[in-house]
T-cell receptor, first 112, second 116 residues
């Protein structure tokens, strides 16, 4: 059965801390891995990772994929209260339709 | 760019009635759109893949006669929840893919459906 597992399920940190969110997957015909941030409404796109070992960066956020060990991490440095959200990992798999399977998400709460 | 809208953003309906939700890609054409539902504190579950000009492909366990999907144009897909029941209350989100070979999906703001 195809699955995407994220850990931890929830995390509480203080402003300025660095956090690492984990995503592991088991899917048939892996195509790509995506990270999204979901606040109150729909997810917003953060990163797409297709190749192993190539770090993607956007400001204080960065992410990397390991296709051999089947996992990805999302790092957030110098966290701010605005980073509080659910972070979703999704894997593109399958045939022509390139469907997404989502992990359960990590709820991040950044306290002042 | 890559903006997806949904309408309505929230709806309350009585049990037994039908509700239509629209999903539009505002600044691009989307041959493929996806419909998800999300229960509180849970992740997104794919319901169906909507292809312009053809029948939707439903995920296992999703009743196609209850959740009618129409993708009549390259910028519009609709989801109709027929004979809604309280257990259909959920957050429904659509997404659109820019190109056939694209992996990225852009999400609409979601529709909160409450069936009383």
């Amino acid at each position: 059965e195809d699955k995407v597992v994220q850990s931890p399920l929830s995390l509480v940190v203080h402003e300025g801390d660095t956090v690492t969110l984990n995503c592991s997957y088991e899917v048939t015909n892996f195509r790509s891995l995506l990270w999204y941030k979901q606040e109150k409404k729909a997810p917003t796109f953060l990163f797409m990772l297709t190749s192993s070992g190539i770090e993607k960066k956007s400001g204080r956020l960065s992410s990397i994929l390991d296709k051999k060990e089947l996992f990805s991490i999302l790092n957030i440095t110098a966290t701010q209260t605005g980073d509080s959200a659910v972070y979703l990992c999704a894997v593109v798999y399958g045939g022509a339709t390139n469907k997404l399977i989502f992990g359960t998400g990590t709820l991040l709460a950044v306290q002042p | 760019g890559a903006v997806v809208s949904q309408h309505p953003s929230w709806v309350i309906c009585k049990s037994g009635t039908s509700v239509k939700i629209e999903c539009r890609s505002l600044d691009f054409q989307a041959t493929t759109m996806f419909w998800y539902r999300q229960f509180p504190k849970q992740s997104l579950m794919l319901m169906a893949t909507s292809n312009e000009g053809s029948k939707a492909t439903y995920e296992q366990g999703v009743e196609k006669d209850k959740f009618l999907i129409n993708h009549a144009s390259l910028t519009l897909s609709t989801l109709t929840v027929t004979s809604a029941h309280p257990e259909d209350s959920s957050f429904y989100i659509c997404s659109a893919r820019i190109g056939e070979g694209s992996y990225e999906q852009y999400f609409g703001p979601g529709t909160r459906l409450t069936v009383t």
